[in-house]
């Protein structure tokens, strides 16, 4: 993983890569994904229901692959930005194989910057054997609001 | 069954509060090969000035999951998960989570719409803090597919 150092709006340009990854996804990381969020849907770790539901194989959930796109930047935004919304849609299926797994590229490029209102969006491509697997990902970010809270 | 059009509007009772614990955020935040200090170290989010470790941009998802297991069970909701594929996820923040906090999510479905094969559904469902202020909703596209025949 590569992360740049801590940003200033008014430097951003669009189309900028901000931060970049590959997650070698396998198998083990499916597993511990439905532990931490309570997802135990057996799709994301049985081969014999996946076929019985007629899939291609075991997929990666959705909000795996959404929750590494967006923690590719999270580094970056450091203690000063945060994150207001993030939304995508699934477009695509990440087939897990058991034994090779999947490779999953991760781009985080600048779309737009208002430095006036202190805010930009992040786009994210997300990538598997060539094509997009989220579509419209988009980050949301601006100035921390006062320490008012935690 | 299809998709019962009535739960446009239906509002769920808030789940029971869910205690956002340090070491879940750690646990959530490694799940996703996060290396953001904020989320693993609570000394670096202390020096951030937050009470304690920040939870990852989709933790939410946790809550949010509680409130579809309520929307599952209505008898007459005719949504059956075997059929269910996530289409769309949103986060709109207030401010982020923070280990500690003391989260309820209410659920209200928000607009079903019948297109080729299968049902949209949208639900939001609104997270508070112990005070009762708005944290983050999470608005969720399900596409529910049609019974096989």
């Known amino acids: 993983m590569s992360t740049a150092s801590t940003p200033a709006l008014s430097?951003?340009?669009?189309?900028?890569?901000?931060?970049?990854?590959?997650?070698?996804?396998?198998?083990?990381?499916?597993?511990?994904?439905?532990?931490?969020?309570?997802?135990?849907?057996?799709?994301?770790?049985?081969?014999?229901?996946?076929?019985?539901?007629?899939?291609?194989?075991?997929?990666?959930?959705?909000?795996?692959?959404?929750?590494?796109?967006?923690?590719?930047?999270?580094?970056w935004l450091g203690p000063e930005l945060q994150i207001r919304e993030y939304g995508t849609r699934f477009t695509r299926p990440v087939v897990v194989d058991p034994v090779t797994g999947a490779s999953v590229?991760?781009?985080?490029?600048v779309g737009a910057v208002d430095v006036d209102a202190g805010t930009a969006r992040i786009d994210l491509t997300v990538s598997y054997e060539g094509r997009t697997v989220l579509g419209k990902a988009q980050v949301q970010v601006g100035a921390r609001a006062p320490r008012s809270h935690g | 069954m299809p998709v019962n059009p009535e739960l446009v509007g239906r509002e769920f009772p808030p789940t029971a509060p869910y205690l956002v614990g340090r070491e879940k955020v750690r646990e959530f935040a490694r799940a996703l090969h996060s290396s953001d200090p904020l989320h693993l170290d609570p000394i670096a989010a202390r020096a951030a000035g937050y009470a304690d470790v920040v939870a990852p941009t989709t933790f939410p998802i946790v809550l949010q999951d509680f409130t579809l297991q309520q929307l599952l069970a209505q008898p007459d909701s005719g949504i059956v998960l075997s059929r269910v594929l996530h289409a769309e996820q949103r986060f709109q923040y207030t401010?982020?989570?923070?280990?500690?906090?003391?989260?309820?999510?209410?659920?209200?479905?928000?607009?079903?719409?019948?297109?080729?094969?299968?049902?949209?559904?949208?639900s939001e469902a609104r997270i508070r803090d112990a005070a009762g202020e708005h944290v983050v909703t999470a608005v969720s596209v399900l596409v529910v597919g049609e019974a096989d025949a």
């Open chain 2, 95 to 122: 401010r982020p989570i923070v280990a500690g906090d003391e989260l309820t999510a209410a659920l209200e479905v928000t607009g079903i719409r019948s297109m080729g094969g299968g049902t949209m559904v949208t």
């Open chain 1, 105 to 109: 590229e991760i781009v985080a490029k």
């Open chain 1, 11 to 75: 430097a951003l340009q669009p189309g900028d890569v901000v931060a970049q990854r590959t997650i070698e996804l396998s198998r083990e990381m499916l597993v511990r994904y439905a532990g931490a969020s309570g997802d135990f849907n057996p799709i994301h770790y049985r081969d014999d229901v996946a076929a019985q539901m007629g899939l291609p194989g075991v997929l990666a959930h959705g909000m795996l692959t959404m929750g590494l796109a967006v923690e590719t930047v999270s580094a």
